[in-house]
């Protein structure tokens, strides 16, 4: 039933002419009224967001990403985010975003354990190397990607998930 035929129910009389026009007037600003409330109601849900996007990457400090389905996967990896520092931490992000990675941690040359050869001092024990072996690749699917978007790709976000969730006092060098 449409606003405009509950509206005219609530009189007591059939009244016609322009008073039909006002009813479908009235009653078309809220039958859009509800459709923008449904629309809002989806946009409360981050794996559903679309016109709030860019809000919820705001809220969560978030870069943009390429694509939309992509957009959703970081937000949505950060708001079930708990947090860690440990190489297992690191790996699980990854693989939630869809990418088998292996991590390679630099100490600090220390006597009896450093080899002959190995760099001695140059502040390494701060950077750590993602190593890359897959990748999850995304494809332009109707209702998650909208207009503008290439019809398929490698996710591109790993990059800026894990620069974000690192501690800041390091550096992290990719190899993917």
């Known amino acids: 039933m449409f606003h405009k035929d509950v509206l005219r129910l609530l ?13 479908e007037l ?3 600003h809220l039958d859009d009224a ?7 109601l989806n946009e409360t849900f981050p794996d559903e967001a679309l016109e709030l996007m860019p809000d919820w990457e ?11 389905q992509e957009r959703r996967d970081r937000l949505v990896a950060k708001i079930k985010e708990l947090g860690g520092l440990s190489r297992e931490y ?29 760099p001695v001092g140059d502040g390494n024990q701060w950077i750590w190397k993602v190593k890359g072996v897959s990748q999850n690749t995304y494809y332009f699917r109707a209702g998650q990607s909208t207009c ?16 974000e969730l690192k501690p800041a006092h390091t550096a992290i060098n990719y190899e993917l």
Do not use: M, N, Q
């Not at 009189?11 to 009813?23: N, Q, S, Y």
């Not at 509800?34 to 809002?40: I, P, Q, T, V």
């Open 90 to 118: 690191f790996i699980a992000i990854a693989a939630a975003l869809g990418y088998t990675i292996e991590i390679i941690e630099y100490g600090p040359f220390r006597a009896g354990v450093g080899r002959a050869g190995d």
């Open 148 to 163: 503008g978007e290439r019809l398929g790709g490698a996710l591109a976000g790993l990059e800026a998930v894990l620069d």
């Open 26 to 28: 009235e009653g078309k």
């Open 11 to 23: 009189f007591p009389l059939e009244l016609g002419g322009v008073f039909d026009a006002d009813l």
């Open 34 to 40: 509800e459709g923008r409330a449904g629309d809002l």
């Open 58 to 68: 705001r809220v969560y400090e978030l870069s943009p990403g390429e694509t939309l």
